[in-house]
DNA sequence: AATGAATGAGCCTTCATTCAT
DNA sequence: AATGAATGAAGGCTCATTCAT
């Protein structure tokens, strides 16, 4: 029963539940959701089989612990630089940090995007978890554009794009798919177009 | 074994390998690739489960010639586009143009598109035909907008650029997630980005 | 899904489907229910794992086959003394019939009947079976005395009656569990019980 | 390991032990034999899962000491009436008694009765305690019965026999399984057929 | 070429029991 | 004596693939 579920508050047992949810991120990371069964992941976190169950109700729940993990290490670090960022407000430099931002979490964390996002076609939660993580951040940057006295003129749909646009060359530049584009080039290009987006 | 695997050539066999193809589209679409076992598609096929394995190497051989298909599907009408552009070229016209064929594709095969998307992550060779259909696109629009005598600095990334960004537009718009997004206004944005790209 | 479940009507698979229930009955009778893994019923009958769940929705669906084999073999005999009672009737005679016939039944069938009636306090479906099969045969046996002219006052409860204590009777001599019992005696006790219930 | 239990002298252990029994008395009663587990058990005797293994060898072994108190509670209160019966006997008025006392043992224990009895089948040693518990009351009856004077022939297996009936009318009367039977009229059928049986 | 029954490896999950503390 | 986290074997069931016909 899911009610059987431990909340673990000592320290070793939240390390031991940390272990497997990195496990998971892991093997998520590197073969898929499909691709993992649950043996594997505690094998690679160092526990048994059953003891998985003892703090996760099911395999899902363990891409959902990653996926909120996964969340938290996105958002929080795109949200501080629009909120740190040093006034009179130089848009360019600000674009190009969160495009250089959005870049190193693409780095880091590419696979396991894909592996999530693949998985909010099927599974409702995923789904909902990821719109509101755009929700988030569109919010968030909107009302601090708005604060640092942004023309307020369609300004969500302009962060909500721009950001997209990001995400997009990030992808791009992270994974290097298309030997002919030359990805300098096209970060001016990006640059430019946010400049443009926001002046 | 692979090397078993007929090349059909009569008609009938053409047409039961393609009503195959086309289930596994369907289920691939609705219930996604591991949602969908090989009894099911060939029960909407109307064939049995042991000839599956006389046309299709494995499961995975459908959803190759699925991806195929799908890739002549979304190919073809954007490359018409651009091809069959009346001259003199109005960009913002030819903008609307895209961005509404875009939207109308995704209207139709945004499902299957997040299925196959989302196996290219663990499969190369799906992997490997994504990028090669982003290069086609690409080639084929640079080259035609060349033709055109649009300035050559950086076509390859514009043109690259301009496509993610109608794409990122057409999936927000198809699946509708935001609810404080004005998809009309962003298109009004987009198209604007895409005229300044151009012009 | 359930409703892939094969309903065998060529020979070869009804046999195969009859080999399955005969495994089924012939475990849960030695192990009962939860002592018999469904690996085990394949290999006893003979078949792969997997084949079981092509005719079978799931482990308690043999079961409830092996119930309705049951139910049948253990009504029909019943029925038939009653019916084919030679008249006049003579109720030590025909109490004689029935009782041998119970102990009869109870030889072949004690081990399953205690291993499904065990289960009938878990599984209301089981318990229905078990109801409706103490219904038919008190019914059809009230009803052929009733035919044969018998007093009806309480028919149904003397019938019925009668039919616990005949099992009863049965179990215990079919187990023999008392050693200080003398089962001979005692039937002559039941029967002299029968026969003062129905003169 | 069986040699670690401990025999608790101590006041609280033994109470610990009491509540443990209760426990599996009340699952085993609820939801049967396999559909309790020792966790469960633990939780509501309020211990630890550790601990159920400082008193009890294993799972089995609760139940054969749950079986051990039901025993008990149904023995006892059966013998008291044959026992402090007041004389002269009036036997109608002595197979009232036991039958009503029969049907509120059952009314209490019916469900824990079943569990247990659906284990006999498998588990040699609760068979043999029920075994036991029928040889302990059919000879504390006979006993007394012919203390008071009764006609000693084949009497076992009269007061075996009684028994029996009794126990069938009080399972059917409690669990009121079918819907055409009048109990009342059938409890005076039960009593008519014991006044019988000792006259 | 075609059928669909059959195979069996593999997966998720449970739970009686043990063990470190 | 006591805790409850941890173990790991075992079980029910699925499904890609094969095979007898």
Redesign the interface.
Known sequence: MAS?IRVPKQERSIEKKNKIIQAGYELFSE??Y??TNTAEIAKRAGVSTGIVYGYFADKRDILICVLEIYIDNVYTPLADIVEKTPRPVDVRRLALSVIDKTIALHTRYA?LH??L??????DEAVNAQF?AL??KI??QMSGQLLKLGFDPT?I???V??AM??V???AH?TVFD??S???YA??KD??CN?LV??FS
Chains 1, 2, 3, 4 share one sequence.
């Open positions: 059987n073969v898929g499909y691709g696979k894909n592996t996002h693949s998985l909010a076609t099927t719109i755009e929700n569109t919010e369609n969500t749909e302009r909500h794009l997209n646009i995400q997009s060359y791009e798919s298309h002919y584009i030359d080039a096209m290009i990006v177009i443009a987006l």
